[in-house]
């Protein structure tokens, strides 16, 4: 039997996201922290297996609600926030509008719901090519367009005045706008949370993922409640389960602890930035998130090279040419991948 011809064809032609487990000693490929709260699993020993989640997730709720001072209705929780963005799409529909380079699963998602895609290219200095989007705004009238800021891979924040003529632009043409603020935890800038009580159609979407919590899979977006409302209606029953709801409450406790490893990371950071900068042989993109691009002669000889000194970075080159990405870790772990690099690189002249 051929199943390949009963499936889909827009799955058909999909490739799926790239997330293998590699073996390694220095894992700095997948934007992760370096820092966890294992003191947080206490909080899972009063959890009754044989019993559903809390389907509203209540505790974490108030928590969140709380923490980012909005009302609990107006937050969705999402199995990560990559279950958000299915959850919009599928509510919303397409086109949906991106600019590219970006989260590949503003794609990928579009692609599986059979969705229309308009990708727009970022200018030169990785930018929104403003100019460009307003065009295609008007042109195919998206009804999502999807803004990571910072932006992944390139780690910068794109100018705000230019998300905010999107903004107003499309309050004329009944687009939803996601500003998606996986990373802004470790932006110098304030994010566009302030922004949402001036903007009916702004969607903004967080994670606890990169700030110690990927394991436990928690995203959630923040939004006027009527769309929250739109999108609980296709989010499964009981999507965040009762070990994830309960470590991530009792972790959100340890408010020091985690703004202290935010800006631990944040400041290792530059340190890690001042030394590829210094590096002949490696150019760094600016960043206001927990990783760095940077360029490199022959990236993917340079890969392999990491990896067989057991340093594990993510291989852009196919997306952004002749870049890759490295997470900042701890400094013991940033010094190992600098050292290696530089051994890498000296036997490549
Ligand atoms: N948005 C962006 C920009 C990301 O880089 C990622 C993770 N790579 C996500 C969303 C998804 O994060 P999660 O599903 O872990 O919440």
Redesign the pocket.
Known sequence: MDIKSLVKPNVRSLNAYEAKEIPCKVKLDA?ESPYGFRNAIKAADKILTNRYPDPEAKALRGLIAKKFKVKPENLLFGN???ELIYYLITTFGGPVLYPTPT?SMYGIISQALGERKVEIPLDREFDLDIEKMLGAIKKFKPRLIFI?SPN?PTGNCFSSEKILKILSLVTRHSSLVVV?E?YQPFASEEGFLPMLKDYKNLII?R?L?KIGL?GL?V?FMIADEEIINEANKVRLPFNINSLSQAVAAEALKHRKAMDSYIKAVASERERLFDELSKINGTTPYPTEANFILFKTENPDRIYSRLLKKGVLVRNLNSLVKGCLRVTVGTPEENREFLNAIRKCLKKEN
Do not use: K, V, W
């Open positions: 934007n990560g926030s990559d989260f990571s992944n998606d996986a979407l994670t993922s990927a899979r995203g």
